[in-house]
């Protein structure tokens, strides 16, 4: 039996997939599927739920891998919009570079974005891990509650605004930072924690050269005393 | 591409396609009217017994093309007064525009959108959000002469900007918001301003969600707004330069894996010169 299947979306539809990869799988030994033909269209691999390999050849369009447990998923081109958005577990990996809100709310695993990143990249991310290889938009980790940002080039305006407890590792340049983002002092446990985003993500880099951005914690609590004007 | 974004916005769609341009003396009127079994031979033949010159004509369903050396003024003005019924599209040297109700597709094929020649066309697909859907308020929007506007958002302020340009004694056609920032930048490039310095003024004046495309005889131009809330995505290649809302609609494209793909960062201006 075939370890390897090959679905091709020039035609299969989404849909048909996409049960596959949630319903066609089990007891059947295949253990990577490559998917040709991606062409831009939504919503490719998400959903999934599965220890396996899913390989998308090309550049596929928004949602791809969304709500993503336990597979690893390659895109060998760009993606749209939400990539690996609600990431649960496993990994997701991008070649190329990656639209608006990458990783936004993920929970948990890895989304690694080899090339660069649009805005909003990591929004509300919840726990999980990004490594972005080139550059993020503006307002990214926007809101983040938990997990780590590492970008291994610059950050666009507005990084970090409303941060929780995510934190953000950035190698170049800052160009501003939101409401309440701040940077502080890397600690070793930071380098430790750069490191090691950086082998998972197989990509190189000296975490020494990166700077720590965090929550400075201020919004945290309504303060009645400082004028407001809505 | 407009078959393709049509999942986009299937309520109505419309093209903008800059021909080859027509001597100084010339000018390429497109008309429409609501009517679909309207009457174009009377009008064609009221038409030439009134400005008594050689025009040309072109019908295609409820869609006309009338190419004559009449001035602007003098063709609106009879337009007007014979035949109010007809809504003039778009006017200029190179200009031609088709828009209708319905599913782009369809629309497609009605206008025979595949057989048009052009150095440069301007399409949209439309999911209507803040104003009525009809042929009217369907994109692209024109304003002046050789000069057109596609937007995909929402602009928040587009009644104050109408006020203030209808001051000026620009008049309106509909309600629709990007017609308003379609008359706001054509106002401007009327005034003097290179669309760069055009396009600065908007980015300040003209609140709100916005990927707009704009096309005069010789240039493309795409900008996002601040927060780039709205996608857009470019391929370049040596041959074409293609925009779309998505890399779906450009997929399919001659060459497109060796294309230069990217995605145009929020309030900057790219422009393409024919």
Redesign the interface.
Known sequence: MDRVKQLDLASLSVREVNQFLHHGLAGSGIEQIDIVNP????SIAAGLDGDFDVDIRG?A??YIAGMNKRARVTIHG?V??SVAENIMSGSVRVKG?A??CAGASGHGGLVVIEGDA??RCGISMKGCDIVVGGSV???SAFMGQAGTLVVCGDAGPHLGDSLYEATIYVRGDIQSFGADAQQEDMQAEDGDTVSRLLAVAAIDGDPNQFKRVASARRLYHWNAAVPQEY | MIDCMGTRGSDSAGLAVFHEPLDAAHRRFSLYVSDRHYDWQTFRDDFVLAADNDSEFHTVHNHATVICDLDVASFKSWLSGSRPEVRLLSVGRSIGVYKDEGHPRDIAQRFGFADLKGTHAVGHTRMATESAVSPAHAHPFTAGEDFCLVHNGSLSNPHSVRRKLEKKGITFETDNDAEAGCRFLEWRLSEGDSLDSALEMAFRELDGFYTFLMATADTLVLVRDG??CK?A?VAETDAYVAVGS???????LPAIEDAN???P??EQIYSWTV
Request: hydrophobic content about 35%.
């Open positions: 062409d831009g269209v939504h550049h369009g928004y760009n749209g919009w570079h639209s608006e649009s805005s938009g503006h307002f | 927060f780039a996608p995505v998505e890399f779906r609609s450009l997929a399919h793909v990217f995605e960062a929020p």
